[in-house]
């Protein structure tokens, strides 16, 4: 992600901006469904969203996850009334990566809503060590992030 296009910040948002702990979605109004995420995985999710042409799913990149941004997100999560279902994505498998911290946090901020997750099943390995597992991996994790969600 270091040169893709999609990674880039205006030369305004270095001078005049500030950090953003979170990066709410600004292309879609009325949202049924909010993915949350972190890392390169946003930008996969973005492309997946608009190579399906989803205009009922937000995405909603988490830049910092500690001191987890609370404020933020809660208020972030109030901009969307109509999105009935929260869930955390990440690429990483189930016993690593962020899930256990964000699972309870999202759950305490989502109120009533549902809060679900998409992720690899637990492993003892980050990667399969195989370029066409983790291609298909990827292409079925992506997939499952805007057709169902498994709860944790």
Known sequence: MLRHPAALSPLEEFT?????PLIPDR????PTRLLIASGKIVHELRTERKR????????L???Q?????ESELAATLEQYPGAREVVW?????ANMG??????PRLRRLAQSRSVLSIKLSASPSPATGSGKA???QQKTLLSLAFTAAKAV
């Open 16 to 20: 005049a901006g500030r950090f953003q």
């Open 27 to 30: 292309g879609i109004e009325n």
């Open 52 to 59: 399906l042409g989803d205009a009922g799913t937000a995405i």
């Open 61 to 63: 990149a988490l830049e």
């Open 65 to 69: 996850l500690y001191p987890f941004p």
């Open 89 to 93: 994505v990440q690429e990483e498998p």
């Open 98 to 103: 962020a899930l256990f911290f964000m699972m």
């Open 134 to 136: 983790q291609e298909v």
